[in-house]
């Protein structure tokens, strides 16, 4: 829409994660490894990569592990460099956040309010112009981060709000938000309207929108009017809607390829993509496919 920059990038990473209990009772869901990097780790790598220069975390009280795996660990560096541990110690110091190159700032979602309030939480947190927000449990992976291709593609776009979309089958729009496309250009799908969690059959498209979004700053002033929407929590997709007639609303079809790890069978299916990647893992995916064959030839 301009030539402003995106400088603030907004994770809500204060739900529960129910899906995944017990093994999220005392773990936050963010820090759940996909092999052995933390999915919270994607996204802050995916958002250093495109270049933002604050990170706003809104989180909950009872998930200070967050904090601790976000921040820099000196001590634990210099414990790992005396048990001769160097390579483990530099690997750790490149996953934090370095605070001389990037602004960190944690705030607080008390209360389960939907991921609206989340992103409200942040307002005064945030750097002036737009904002991304980024959710840690969609994982987008690609030769070029999908925050990268948004921020690029966000200065060439007419709309204050850009949305990362890809198309589902129909049978399963009712888990997205799915916009009302009047136009396709390229990779951009204009849109008129956007609806929350629609029925199959009043769909008004199969372009659903997914976890990362480049927002015009006039999102806070419409959350701040929203009201609770599903639910009863304040929703981010109605207050976007409420702004497509002033600031406008286009979809953006990423290069990269999603996975839900927001479900069990999302994180395992990233797991077995980046495993059949690494050589590391050829052994163990051989065995799993003998066993595999083994039991069709049993059961067959």
Same mark, same amino acid.
């Not at 629609?198 to 006039?218: E, F, H, I, K, N």
């Given at each position: 829409?301009?030539?402003t920059?995106?400088?603030?990038?907004?994770?809500?990473?204060?739900?529960?994660?129910?899906?995944?209990?017990?093994?999220?009772?005392?773990?936050?869901?963010?820090?759940?490894?996909?092999?052995?990097?933390?999915?919270?780790?994607?996204?802050i790598?995916?958002?250093?990569?495109?270049?933002?220069?604050?990170?706003?975390?809104?989180?909950?009280?009872?998930?200070?592990?967050?904090?601790? &795996?976000?921040?820099?660990?000196? +001590?634990?560096?210099?414990?790992l460099?005396?048990r001769?541990?160097?390579?483990?110690?530099?690997?750790?110091?490149?996953?934090?956040?370095?605070?001389?190159? &990037?602004?960190?700032?944690?705030?607080?979602?008390?209360?389960?309010?939907?991921?609206? &309030?989340?992103?409200?939480?942040?307002?005064?947190?945030v750097?002036?112009?737009? =904002?991304?927000?980024?959710?840690?449990?969609?994982l987008?992976?690609g030769?070029?981060?999908?925050?990268?291709?948004?921020?690029?593609?966000?200065?060439?776009?007419?709309?204050?709000?850009?949305?990362?979309?890809?198309?589902?089958?129909?049978?399963? =729009?009712?888990?997205y938000?799915?916009l009302?496309?009047i136009?396709?250009?390229?990779?951009?799908?204009?849109?008129?309207?956007?609806v929350?969690?629609?029925?199959? +059959?009043?769909?008004?498209?199969?372009?659903?929108v997914?976890?990362?979004? =480049?927002?015009?700053?006039?999102?806070?002033?419409?959350?701040?009017?929203?009201?609770?929407?599903?639910?009863?929590?304040?929703?981010?997709?109605?207050?976007?809607?409420?702004?497509?007639?002033n600031?406008?609303?286009?979809?953006?079809?990423?290069?990269?390829?999603?996975?839900?790890?927001?479900?069990?069978?999302?994180?395992?299916?990233?797991?077995? &993509?980046?495993?059949?990647?690494?050589?590391a893992?050829?052994d =163990?995916?051989?065995?799993?496919?003998?066993?595999?064959s083994?039991?069709?030839?049993?059961?067959?």
């Amino acid at each position: 829409m301009s030539n402003t920059p995106i400088r603030t990038a907004i994770f809500p990473v204060a739900g529960l994660g129910t899906r995944f209990m017990p093994a999220t009772k005392a773990t936050p869901k963010e820090l759940l490894p996909v092999i052995d990097t933390p999915l919270i780790q994607f996204a802050i790598d995916e958002a250093r990569d495109a270049g933002v220069e604050r990170m706003v975390f809104v989180s909950h009280p009872s998930k200070s592990a967050i904090e601790r &795996h976000v921040m820099d660990d000196a +001590d634990l560096r210099a414990t790992l460099h005396e048990r001769g541990k160097a390579r483990l110690a530099r690997a750790l110091k490149d996953a934090a956040i370095d605070e001389d190159n &990037h602004e960190v700032e944690f705030v607080m979602q008390h209360e389960p309010l939907g991921l609206g &309030h989340a992103v409200l939480c942040a307002r005064d947190a945030v750097l002036p112009g737009p =904002v991304a927000v980024v959710l840690p449990d969609d994982l987008i992976l690609g030769e070029k981060g999908c925050l990268t291709e948004m921020f690029e593609a966000y200065q060439a776009c007419t709309s204050g709000h850009l949305v990362a979309t890809m198309n589902v089958p129909r049978a399963q =729009v009712s888990s997205y938000g799915v916009l009302s496309v009047i136009r396709q250009n390229g990779p951009f799908a204009k849109a008129n309207a956007i609806v929350e969690k629609p029925a199959p +059959d009043v769909a008004p498209s199969t372009t659903a929108v997914v976890g990362r979004y =480049v927002l015009d700053a006039s999102i806070f002033d419409s959350l701040e009017r929203q009201t609770p929407g599903a639910g009863g929590e304040i929703q981010l997709t109605d207050a976007i809607a409420k702004g497509i007639q002033n600031v406008g609303l286009s979809g953006f079809s990423f290069s990269g390829q999603r996975f839900d790890c927001g479900s069990k069978q999302g994180m395992l299916a990233a797991a077995l &993509h980046l495993a059949r990647r690494d050589p590391a893992f050829e052994d =163990v995916l051989g065995v799993q496919g003998t066993i595999a064959s083994g039991s069709t030839a049993s059961a067959a």
